[in-house]
């Protein structure tokens, strides 16, 4: 049982460049979630969605978008690229959306020159 | 104001030891209560959950924590430290009202041989 993946594990990017995370999980989970890790800031919502279809704010979304058109992959993208989004993206899901405990991928190393 | 609030951002112990890392919360609901586990490079991993079932926790790796609502705390304890356990280590709330998750800034864990 896989449980969440994250692809790409690391990825560098130049200022103004666009990319794509991508999450998959396999537990069939409703509620799915993107933060991301800084020091000493600790882990912040960026977006999240509660079933397939729908997606919504979270405390730092300014600067990405995300998409949910598939229950099993939740997809996180920058557009144009900015060097204070390098961060560590952890993608998380859970079966109950306020109860429930959070499943966490590995994580998505993020470098913005 | 729902909030969490590690008491120690370091602590270090030696092996063999007993570990006991603090979290106090603050929650005008009946708040589900966890505790992840961070080793470096890696995603957080559930170590245990508290949801108003039985208030002394067992968790993963011999790790546990009890639920005192008087007191409004949620710490974690384990009663011989092995140098495996050396990470970082979250404390969360959720339940507090709508999807919201809060995490805490962390205790980094550290084990001397």
């Known amino acids: 049982n896989a449980g969440v993946t994250q692809t790409p594990k690391f990825r560098v990017l130049k200022t103004g460049q666009s990319m794509t995370l991508l999450c998959a999980q396999d537990m069939n989970h409703e509620y799915m979630y993107w933060y991301r890790q800084d020091p000493g800031m600790g882990l912040r919502l960026i977006h999240y969605?509660?079933?397939?279809?729908?997606?919504a704010k979270g405390e730092v979304p300014d600067g990405y978008n995300v998409s949910r058109l598939k229950k099993q992959n939740f997809l996180l993208g920058l557009e144009s690229a900015a060097p204070s989004q390098t961060s560590v993206y952890f993608c998380a899901s859970s079966y109950e959306g306020r109860h429930g405990e959070l499943f966490f991928g590995e994580g998505s190393r993020l470098t913005v020159l | 104001a729902q909030s969490v609030t590690q008491l120690d951002s370091h602590v270090s112990v030696s092996e063999g030891t007993p570990v006991l890392l603090r979290c106090n919360y603050s929650?005008?609901?009946?708040?589900?209560l966890f505790w992840y586990v961070q080793h470096p490079n890696k995603g957080l991993q559930l170590l245990l959950k508290y949801t108003s079932a039985a208030t002394l926790v067992k968790g993963i790796n011999g790790f546990e924590a009890e639920f005192k609502k008087s007191e409004t705390s949620f710490h974690l304890t384990k009663p011989s430290a092995h140098m495996s356990d050396a990470a970082e280590y979250f404390c969360?709330?959720?339940?507090?009202?709508?999807?919201?998750?809060?995490f805490g800034a962390g205790t980094r864990l550290f084990v001397k041989a």
């Open positions: 969360v709330v959720r339940g507090t009202g709508g999807f919201k998750t809060i």
């Open positions: 969605s509660v079933g397939e279809g729908t997606t």
């Open positions: 929650s005008s609901y009946s708040p589900s």
